[in-house]
């Protein structure tokens, strides 16, 4: 599994002209499952990401995490962090894992930083759907984390 993660003043989700999700300061979680991940690695990158220390303290160095600043996280589906784009201009998608296997992983992930931070904190898109995800960048910030296994 594979997060790209994105400290935000804000973030949200919309679906047909709808608003599925918002957040305030936070993390923004675009979440890639690749073929052969499993539970371990859903559990590993939950707790990575709601620890990961890319939030300022008050010397302004990078201490903190979103469990000790209280926000919140919006994670959003995105098989296209596999891409292939080795050989020729179109990218290949054969190392993302297929629906039927990345939708329980990507709910196992999200349930398991809901049971690290709490249910109100954690806000998700719609698995497979087309949304527009707006985003407010704080730093910029922006890391890649993924599953040690």
Do not use: H, W
């Not at 991940?37 to 903190?64: H, T, V, W």
């Not at 996280?73 to 990345?102: C, E, M, W």
């Not at 954690?122 to 910030?141: E, H, I, K, S, Y």
Request: charged share 25%.
């Amino acid at each position: 599994m594979k997060a790209i993660i994105q400290r935000v003043s804000s973030a949200s989700v919309t679906i047909n002209g709808s608003e599925q999700s918002r957040i305030g300061k936070g993390l923004l979680i675009l979440l890639g499952v690749k073929t052969g991940d499993g539970s371990p690695e859903a559990l590993y990158l939950a707790e990575k990401c709601a620890s990961l220390r890319i939030f300022e303290d008050a010397e302004e160095k990078m201490n903190l995490s979103v469990k000790d600043t209280g926000g919140s996280i919006l994670v959003v589906s995105q098989f296209t962090i596999y891409a292939d784009t080795r050989k020729g201009n179109r990218p290949s998608f054969v190392d993302a894992a297929p629906p039927q296997s990345a939708e329980p992983l990507y709910e196992e992930f999200v349930m398991a930083l809901r049971k690290i931070l709490g249910e109100e904190r954690v806000c998700t898109g719609v698995f497979r759907a087309m949304m527009d995800v707006a985003l407010v960048n704080d730093g910029p910030v922006t890391v890649i984390v993924e599953s040690k296994y």
